[in-house]
């Protein structure tokens, strides 16, 4: 009895851990914040569980700061149409989203458009 009741409870810890390691978007970003810059790539995390990107943004009085963007996973994006190539550094790109709760150059990518203005698929994460 001992036995299948330990058991029962390392099976149910196991399922624990992949359900809280998904979190909500929103938890992280503010959908009441709403964002659009244009940059330069300046770095790229083609990684899981979710894709990150770095553009430098110059304001008017020449000051340069560098954005965190979030992506869907890698899976995702390829699906997509996007690779490791996509989004080389050097190139300029507008892209819109939602600026972090905590961290205001933090946002998540709701549309993203290269340099020629073409817009690109972008993933939905979820809510």
Do not use: C
């Not at 790539?41 to 700061?65: I, Q, R």
Request: proline content about 6%; cysteine-free.
């Amino acid at each position: 009895m001992k036995l299948g009741v330990l058991a029962l409870g390392l099976a149910l810890s196991a399922l624990a851990v992949p359900v809280s390691a998904h979190h909500s978007w929103t938890a992280e970003y503010d959908a009441k914040k709403p964002i659009k810059v244009s940059g330069t790539v300046s770095k790229v995390e083609w990684t899981n569980p979710h894709t990150h990107f770095y553009v430098d943004v110059t304001d008017a009085s020449g000051k340069v700061t560098t954005w965190n963007f979030e992506m869907a996973s890698t899976p995702a994006l390829e699906r997509g149409g996007w690779s490791r190539k996509t989004l080389p550094v050097g190139t300029q790109v507008t892209v819109e989203g939602f600026a972090g709760r905590n961290v205001v150059e933090r946002a998540i990518v709701t549309a993203f458009r290269g340099p020629d203005g073409k817009e690109f698929f972008v993933p939905k994460l979820g809510n």
